[in-house]
């Protein structure tokens, strides 16, 4: 038992832990600031993939991984303003709403990666962000190899926990932001606009779920395939409800559940455990279900969470 | 001019045909600049994707065939939408009712005549037993019932593929298929020289009977009311969390009777692709069926006409076969907004104070 302790818990295991939080990270806040407005965003898997396709054609076309990111960003806005014109222009359901943005995204980036690259018989590839190291910081031993080693993104997304949690907490914005997931009458009454907040909270979540999707071809994987999220957003909407609607909390949620993924990448290449590896693969969700059981009685989600705002109704 | 939205009474009874009609043709509409795009013909593609369901006999009773699994898969979200249950998880529950329906044909120690009643009744149980659990987690945990019937998919998918791959794998084959079901397990061809199964008819009765439950009995009132307005239900005397519970299991033992009949009535074994998400598709379904039971039938004929043309198309005219995905993504988003119609009438204001 030690000596599997041992062998798991390496400092390159901590180093793709890391690697593995972090689209959950970017996926998760984004959602966060859907559903702090008032909008849970479905779309949230959907759009991660469509992402993850235009960022990566972008990429593989123009040679330049943060074309293929800013691709990915501006695809994720388009399908959240399409959410947004659902859900706060017309006020339809939320919930089928999403699930639609979803079907539909995953159509568009099937539809177009055949169109552009046909079938082909090798999978056509792009070559993945390095890793940036940081000078001195990288020096410590233990943290600097798993902290300050990873690509530019990973940088990125941990440092938008605090930004995340500085504008919804310290600015005039996010109070705004907060108030319209609350209260949308108050915030109306106090001449805030219900609707802008909650495109700007929705192009907000599109933006930073198309850089998840983008992350995972452009990092994890270097090519496209249709199964490249599977599932990764509906974890986030769980990570979200785990994390309390909070910004540091949730992206602890992300690095446990990234702790659990590594381990069970691990243990799966370790073959101490004879099981098969679909097991293994099946875990995240299982314990997702398992840990949203534990939380979703206490869960405080923003009061007008799934609410439509009509002016005129009270 | 200007336009207000009003609330509207009642919905005129021809909404339920004019609406998904409507969203039908401007969904064709919008992805015909998809066609386009591709370098297609629209009109030729459009041809090819409609026209090859019906062009033959064969061709014809096969779209009843395809539309079976989705009659019911579309059923199962109609029912569980009316009660705002929402089960994402049609997928799961119908890949556990084929599972189910395959290990139950394939004992060799059963009465050959009870094997077919014995599958039905499994792969509704079993598909019934999936739904519980998320039902379960909502009612008493309060758990958000999206999340954890998508997830679910996942797991059961997860289930499914070790069990292929393991200890149920197929010995004689290569692929992680599992062994075929026995002869007599096979449900009966109702139509000779065709595929048409007792399991399309199954689907087809169906549908009648489900809108018998929720137009005409207690429970399916219940489920509506719920559904409705839940705190009016919970004042009213009705038991919410016993109706839900009720819910659930009607719903994902329909979507298990899909899997049914996928291995009892066509592949007689279960692997990995059994289904290509006709769970997800159920939900496309049951909405342009505005949740009518009834409606879920030509719903569900549409979507099976398009999947099994779009492969025809593609062949034809090189455009994605993936055209279906977004066929099937745009209804839903267009008929939301015809949705729109229902609650709400444009009243044009002529211009005066």
């Not at chain 1, 960022?55 to 076309?61: C, E, M, Q």
């Not at chain 2, 099937?328 to 907004?337: D, F, R």
Request: proline share 5%.
């Amino acid at each position: 038992m030690e000596e599997i302790i041992s062998q798991i818990f390496q400092v390159g295991f901590f180093t793709a832990m890391i690697r593995i939080a972090t689209p959950f990270v970017f996926a998760t806040i984004g959602e966060l600031f859907a559903e702090r407005s008032g909008v849970l965003n479905l779309g949230i898997e959907g759009i991660m993939l469509f992402g993850a396709m235009t960022g990566f054609s972008t990429a593989y076309f123009s040679n330049s991984l943060w074309l293929g990111i800013l691709a990915a960003m501006l695809t994720g806005m388009m399908m959240a303003t399409l959410m947004g014109f659902l859900t706060v222009s017309l006020g339809l359901s939320q919930h089928v709403s999403g699930i639609g943005i979803t079907l539909l995204s995953t159509g568009f980036a099937f539809f177009f990666y055949r169109l552009i690259f046909g079938q082909p018989s090798t999978l056509p590839n792009i070559k993945a962000f390095e890793p940036v190291s940081v000078p001195f910081l990288k020096e410590i031993p233990w943290i600097g190899p798993v902290l300050f080693e990873q690509t530019a993104l990973t940088y990125l997304a941990f440092a938008l926990v605090p930004l995340a949690a500085f504008l919804l907490h310290q600015t005039p914005w996010g109070l705004n932001l907060r108030t319209v997931g609350e209260n949308p009458h108050a915030a109306d009454s106090a001449g805030v606009s219900v609707s802008a907040m909650r495109y700007q909270g929705l192009l907000i979540s599109g933006a930073l779920m198309g850089i998840a999707g983008a992350f995972l071809v452009m990092v994890q994987f270097n090519a496209f395939t249709f199964g490249v999220i599977s599932g990764r957003g509906w974890i986030c909407i769980a990570l979200v409800v785990f994390g309390q609607w909070g910004p540091w909390k949730s992206a602890a949620g992300a690095l446990l559940f990234a702790l659990i993924d590594a381990l069970q990448l691990r243990l799966q290449a370790s073959s101490v455990i004879e099981l098969p590896y679909q097991v293994f693969l099946m875990m995240p969700f299982v314990l997702t279900i398992v840990t949203m059981t534990l939380v979703s009685r206490n869960a405080r989600a923003p009061s007008a969470l799934l609410i439509p705002f009509r002016k005129e109704e009270r | 001019m200007a336009f207000r939205l009003e609330l509207r009474e009642q919905t005129p009874v021809w909404f339920n045909i004019v609406l998904p009609l409507s969203a039908v043709l401007a969904t064709l509409l919008l992805c015909s600049g998809l066609v386009a795009l591709a370098g297609a013909n629209v009109f030729h593609a459009y041809s090819e994707l409609f026209l090859s369901a019906v062009s033959s006999r064969f061709n014809l009773v096969e779209t009843f065939v395809k539309a079976s699994p989705l009659i019911f898969t579309g059923l199962a979200v109609a029912v569980a939408f009316r009660a705002k249950f929402w089960n994402i998880g049609a997928e799961g529950q119908l890949l556990s009712g084929a599972m189910a329906a395959a290990y139950i044909g394939g004992i060799e120690s059963l009465p050959s005549f009870s094997l077919v009643l014995l599958m039905i009744a499994a792969s509704a149980l079993a598909g019934a037993g999936w739904a519980l659990l998320p039902a379960i987690l909502r009612t008493r945990f309060k758990v958000d019932d999206v999340v954890t019937t998508l997830l679910l998919n996942f797991v059961m998918f997860y289930v499914m593929t070790a069990l292929l791959d393991g200890p149920w794998k197929d010995p004689l084959s290569g692929y992680p298929d599992s062994p075929d079901i026995r002869m007599d397990a096979e449900f009966p061809i109702l139509l000779r020289a065709t595929r048409l199964h007792l399991g399309v008819l199954l689907s087809l009765l169906a549908a009648p009977m489900i809108w018998w439950l929720i137009r005409r009995t207690t429970l399916g009132f219940s489920i509506s009311a719920v559904g409705e307005n839940p705190s009016a239900s919970a004042y009213g005397g009705i038991p919410i969390t016993r109706v839900l519970i009720y819910t659930a299991l009607i719903s994902g033992g329909l979507a298990g009777l899909a899997g049914a009949g996928e291995v009892g009535g066509l592949h007689f074994q279960v692997m990995a692709g059994i289904s290509p998400g006709y769970g997800y598709t159920g939900i496309v379904i049951a909405m342009l069926a505005r949740l009518n039971p009834i409606g879920v039938v030509p719903a569900a004929l549409f979507f099976a006409v398009v999947v099994t043309g779009a492969e025809a198309m593609s062949r034809a005219t090189g455009v994605p076969v993936f055209l279906a995905d977004v066929i099937q993504g745009t209804a839903l988003v267009t008929m939301l907004i015809a949705q729109l119609f229902t609650t709400y009438r444009i009243r044009t204001l002529t211009t005066q104070g």
